[in-house]
């Protein structure tokens, strides 16, 4: 792997739009400018309380102290929905083991009968799997889940003005049922020794859908972004979350914004890292459309990025599932076997 910079990402606080017509414009071109050269950014002034966030670590490290048992009693190849619990070194990265453990958790709905599904990524809806001894997760990871999206919903507005589109652009993908989910993901302990390759946590990838936001633990690092061709190291900033774009809002600006490749080495032996990355998207049958940009932001756009073995779809629902499929295939064979 190469040694990554020590370069930080932008910064961008959101408690501006609260402020003068000049800190709306401030920070909407922040917004704009971070997301076109880098693809991430800290997110400052959130407005979540200190309290919410502690709460939400303690309830996550609660889970992973539970007895092995109990999180295999929930573990996801007992959810067709990929949901639930996957044990350490259970899901794939470009066909590479990550080194973490983690519970999916998604929308609470009820899920597609088979006789419904005009679609196979309709088998991504459905109810979570929660432990039975830890009832104190469900309302916390809920909570969080909604203020997050509360956020999304502000930002993908603030983008839209930011790029000369109404303001209401992304209001039909998301008003009616979108999609939400968070990971609660635990990286242990395993960096290999002195002038060797550290362990995969989470290997080089994009996200798949529209935004992320991610909270990492105080003082834990490991997350790093790839930037003009090196790997920039992103330590957690103080009650900040990482915010990123993912492959479909980089197909709504036609490359303008691009999906940035990410990912996460382990930590030193005899250390733990949580985690808790949340993405944001749309209705499963939401089709993605490339919005009208300013003539200056549409000259400037690229292209949506081609890859012949990662094809990027429109409709998000395929997207996910595309993901789910690769990063999952237990899960596959066990519900699914005629997508392998």
């Known amino acids: 792997m190469t040694t990554p910079t020590t370069t930080t990402l932008p910064v961008i606080d959101l408690s501006l739009l609260a402020g ?9 071109e922040e917004l704009r400018r971070a997301t076109h050269e880098v693809g991430f950014f800290y997110l400052i002034g959130h407005g979540i309380p200190t309290a919410v966030i502690d709460n939400m670590m303690e ?17 996801n190849t007992n ?17 590479k083991t990550d080194w973490r453990e983690q519970i999916d958790i998604g929308a609470e709905r009820h899920a597609v009968s088979a006789t419904d599904q005009q679609d196979d990524f309709w088998v991504l809806q459905g109810p979570n799997l929660w432990p039975e001894n830890l009832p104190q997760l ?11 999206g509360d956020i999304s ?10 790029l000369g589109a109404p303001r209401d652009t992304f ?27 550290p362990v995969q946590g989470v290997g080089a990838h994009k996200d798949l859908g529209v935004l992320t936001l991610l909270y990492v633990e105080e003082g834990k690092e490991g997350l790093q972004v790839q930037h003009d061709g090196q790997w920039i190291d992103a330590p ?25 490749l990410h990912r996460v080495i382990s930590s030193q032996e005899g250390e733990d890292r949580i985690s808790l990355p949340f993405f944001y998207g749309p209705r499963l049958d939401a089709h993605i459309n490339v919005i ?11 292209g949506i990025t081609t890859d012949p073995g990662n094809i990027i779809h429109s409709v998000y629902g395929q997207n996910w599932l595309k993901s789910r499929v690769r990063a999952h295939p237990n899960v596959v064979a066990a519900h699914h076997p005629h997508l392998l």
């Open 79 to 95: 959810s067709p929905h990929f949901r639930g619990y996957t044990r350490m070194g259970g899901e794939l990265t470009q066909g």
């Open 153 to 162: 919903r502000t930002l993908l507005a603030e983008w839209a003005v930011a």
């Open 171 to 197: 209001d039909t993908a998301f008003d009616r049922m979108p999609s939400p989910h968070l990971k609660i993901a635990r990286y242990p302990g395993s960096r290999a020794g002195a002038g060797q390759e």
């Open 20 to 28: 003068s017509e000049a800190d709306v414009r401030e920070f909407r």
């Open 138 to 148: 469900e309302p916390a990871a809920i909570d969080w889940m909604e203020r997050l």
């Open 292 to 302: 009208d940009l300013d003539l200056e932001y549409r000259n400037a756009a690229q």
């Open 59 to 75: 309830v996550s490290r609660q889970f992973f102290a539970l007895p092995e048992f109990e999180k295999l009693a929930i573990e």
């Open 236 to 260: 957690p900033v103080s009650h900040a979350f990482v915010v990123n774009i993912g492959e479909l809002l980089e197909i709504a600006t036609d490359g303008y914004l691009k999906a940035t």
